[in-house]
């Protein structure tokens, strides 16, 4: 202010000398004061270093409030808007934001869903097929769901290069366990820099080893799901296939129980056959006796022979009561029931070798426990004459520690891992062993 001031009084001297110069002096005097015009020039200085000097602040502040506004996007979370449900079992999705309205589904705890818009206490979300309502108190939202992604979500590693291998250790020079194809997805154990731990398959029970490896980042991309959503009526189709699995289940050990009884029965005809053989031996003469006995030993070793080549002929060809097809339509009505290791049930859990084995005896036909054994069952086939009921084998480092069931079209149905339980994948989603015919 001071300065302004100063110029001020600069300008008014020299205007009031030049005046007195070229005018009279009662006109001078009638205004003592630095008129207006004589300030005309520094007002518009002023005005333009004011200008200026708020163009720099303005600036300034936008430069700051744009540099917080980014950050502020930068901090904001991609899970802004998702939802993921945080109710002890399920929440019901309704046709409205009312709890009297219409259930159109169920989010089960952990499962996710994309908020389209909040109304009051009520968000609307799509999850899977369903859109409707839930209350937001059951679900976490942005930062709060990003937080439970470790905990529910499962990360895939989505192979992008056409074949790619399956590193021992997290190195280029470590053995390739095998190769996997492109479009293939598979569950993200752990992340190492720029390598991803996955698990192909696991273990079928003792002295199996699981399938797991190493693959570089960059040929992967990296897909994180939730469970989804499940509708009224999915839920209902989900039950109808439950039960239709349990109830061919029950029948298959239903048969099993029948023969083995039926086996048993055929063993003791068979002793007490032997035994009054014996016995009307014994009575004989002399002559008849070792006549008799010869014949009957005769007799027996025909006996014993045909049941001892029956028998062996019902281990390595049992009686089959179902084509190829049949066979690998029943072992799809199992898909998505549990992989368990260990484990032969269709419908409470089973491993690999298990889930063929349990398929097959359904038919009648009997097939070694262990993948590693049924790499060596019924006979070798190549991979491009494939039928359904076809057996194949996969390895690791050479040694067969998996097995899956060809169905047809390219695919395979299979005990995979915990993760996934029964699925049907691609033929070759891992490097092929072998494959086998068992019928037909």
Request: aromatic fraction near 6%; glycine fraction near 8%; charged fraction near 25%.
């Amino acid at each position: 202010m001071n300065k302004v001031f100063a110029v001020k009084s600069v300008m008014c001297a020299s205007a009031i000398a030049a005046m007195l110069a070229t005018a009279e002096a009662p006109n001078v005097l009638a205004d003592p004061i630095c008129p207006d015009a004589g300030l005309a020039g520094i007002t518009v200085s002023l005005d333009q270093y004011t200008d200026v000097a708020d163009s720099i602040e303005t600036t300034t502040t936008d430069k700051e409030e744009k540099k917080a506004e980014e950050a502020k996007e930068e901090k904001k979370s991609e899970y802004e808007n998702v939802g993921i449900s945080i109710a002890n079992d399920y929440v019901n999705i309704r046709k409205k934001p009312d709890t009297e309205s219409k259930i159109k589904g169920k989010l089960y705890k952990g499962s996710a869903a994309t908020i389209l818009k909040r109304k009051g206490d009520w968000v609307k979300i799509q999850s899977g097929s369903v859109i409707g309502y839930i209350n937001a108190d059951y679900l976490a939202i942005g930062e709060d769901a990003e937080k439970l992604v470790d905990k529910y979500a499962t990360k895939w590693a989505v192979v992008n290069t056409t074949t790619l291998k399956v590193r021992e250790k997290k190195t280029t020079k470590s053995a390739t366990l095998t190769l996997i194809p492109e479009g293939e997805k598979y569950e993200i154990l752990k992340e190492k820099g720029d390598w991803y731990k996955i698990l192909v398959d696991e273990a079928e029970g003792e002295g199996s080893d699981s399938t797991k490896g190493y693959v570089s980042a960059d040929y992967v991309d990296v897909d994180v799901e939730f469970e989804e959503a499940i509708s009224i009526k999915e839920e209902k189709e989900k039950l109808r296939k439950e039960e239709e699995a349990k109830k061919a289940e029950e029948e298959r050990l239903r048969q099993l129980e029948l023969e083995r009884q039926q086996q048993a029965a055929s063993n003791n005809t068979t002793s007490s056959s032997s035994s009054s053989s014996s016995s009307s031996s014994s009575s004989s003469s002399s002559y008849s006796k070792t006549t008799n006995s010869s014949s009957s030993g005769s007799s027996s070793s025909s006996s014993s022979n045909s049941s001892s080549s029956s028998s062996s002929q019902a281990a390595d060809k049992p009686v089959q009561s179902g084509s190829g097809s049949a066979i690998a339509a029943y072992a799809q009505k199992f898909v998505g029931n549990p992989y368990v290791y260990g484990g032969t049930s269709l419908t409470n859990g089973t491993d690999c070798s298990g889930f063929t084995q349990s398929v097959y005896s359904h038919f009648g036909i009997s097939i070694p426990r262990t993948s590693r054994e049924q790499a060596g069952a019924g006979r070798r086939v190549d991979f491009g004459s494939l039928q359904p009921g076809d057996l194949i084998c996969y390895a690791s480092n050479g040694r067969v520690n998996h097995v899956a069931m060809y169905i047809g079209g390219g695919q395979v149905v299979h005990a995979s891992n915990r993760k996934t339980g029964i699925k049907i994948s691609t033929w070759n989603y891992r490097t092929p062993y072998c494959a086998r015919r068992i019928v037909g």
